[in-house]
């Protein structure tokens, strides 16, 4: 009986981790310890922030090669990037205490939004209305705030009192918010209404080890958390159960993000290796 019960526990952990053949997509040192903030524009191109040093962003061409986008203001480290539906980039400034905006065609750099109530913007992620909703911790008193940014730069903040909220992500419905907190390892959900206001707020996952970074969303709902520090995504489905964790080769991972012809590779970056792997999914993004 004993033994019968050691296979079917070793089959459920086969079932609930995957060793996915995660691949460099880029070589290792290529960006600051702060890499993050992985998005696609609507013509494929791949910006991440802090190529080489902080303040910066990178364009990663298909290859994995790397080159420099653009340099920042000085005092601004981005920490996230969002692209609205003109094609304009929004970039969660951490170290200005701002959200910055970038246009795409003259690559000037403008603050869309402040709000002297900021900690420091942390993470993004944005509705079809251009509506942003900024996670906005404070590391120093484990506390948190989330933001809601109008496309005319006008803040709401939508909650405070939080703990570290970091990764922040809609479903695909835009019905649900989904804001997780590194510290206390809890992941949030919230309603969300017509006009961007949130009520609701209700335990949609707790992890009993390691910290979060970014998270997204796939096509049929499911969650994507980075495990920093494990070193693998945790795949939860719209319930908040765990279908699958997906082993990356490096440990501390900040964030990722759908792309690919099909919407179906993941790129993840990688503090600890200051580069990106990527893998094979079986389900696209929201957007694809």
Known sequence: MTRVLYIIFTLMLCVNFTHAQSTDHTAENLFSTNIEGPAFDKNGNLYVVN?????????????????????????????????????CMFLADFTGHNVLKLDPKTKQVTVHAHNDKFNQPN???????????????NWKESTGQIW???????TTLLMDGMGTTNGIELSPDEKTLYVNESVQKKVWAFDVDASGNISNKRLFAEFPDYGFDGMKCDKKGNVYITRYGKGTIAVLSPQGKQIKEIQLKGKNCSNLVFGGKDGKTIFVTLQDRKGMEKYHNDIPGKKY
Not at 123 to 137: E, G, M, R, T, V
Not at 148 to 154: A, T, V, Y
């Open 51 to 87: 190529f080489q040093k902080d303040g910066t962003i990178g364009l990663v061409k298909p290859d994995g090669t790397v080159e420099l986008y653009v340099t920042l203001p000085e005092g601004s480290t981005a920490n996230s990037i969002q692209i609205d539906s003109k094609g």
């Open 148 to 154: 809601r940014i109008d496309p005319n730069g006008k």
């Open 123 to 137: 993470d993004l992620c944005i509705n079809k209305k251009d509506q942003l909703f900024a996670s906005d911790p």
